[in-house]
């Protein structure tokens, strides 16, 4: 019988002993990239300037109103078009995706000497595959 969903290997990265980010690896247009899992962002979010290394003449569109989260209030955003990206072997293509400032959090992890973080996977992804976050096992489960 043929398996109907995917494993991808989490890692846990300890926020100095008051709690943890989970964080996944994968591939953004085939170059490697970290992503961390965060269940209660409504859609998943990737910083301009970092997306810009991944995505030649990436091309911003300005969305209209504001967005709430990552640490502050109302920011503005743009969403962008990836080609293709993945998460272990989930494969996710033409991904209309938002651009949103990640500053606060690269340069939080940056003194914690934690990985720089190259996109958020939020809940319009993790529902959209079916995410089951086992955190024993250290394993996200997604279905194709």
């Known amino acids: 019988m043929m398996r109907r969903y995917i494993e991808v ?7 100095e002993g008051e709690g943890f980010h989970i964080m996944v690896k994968g591939l953004i247009h085939g170059k490697e990239a970290h992503f961390l899992l965060d269940t209660g962002a409504s859609r998943s979010v990737f910083d301009p300037k970092t997306i810009a290394s991944f995505i030649e003449d990436v091309e911003f569109e300005k969305k209209e109103g504001l967005t709430a989260g ?8 743009a969403t962008f078009r990836i080609d293709t990206f993945s998460l272990g072997n989930l494969e996710i293509t033409d991904y209309e995706a938002v651009a949103l400032d990640l500053e606060n959090i690269h340069e939080m992890y940056e003194k914690l000497g934690l990985p720089h ?3 958020i996977v939020g809940g319009d992804l993790l529902k959209r595959h079916k995410a089951i976050i086992n955190y024993k096992s250290k394993k996200l489960r997604v279905t194709p």
């Open 9 to 15: 290997p989490l890692q846990l990265l300890d926020i």
């Open 70 to 77: 990552v640490g502050s209030s109302d920011l503005e955003s």
């Open 117 to 119: 973080i190259d996109g």
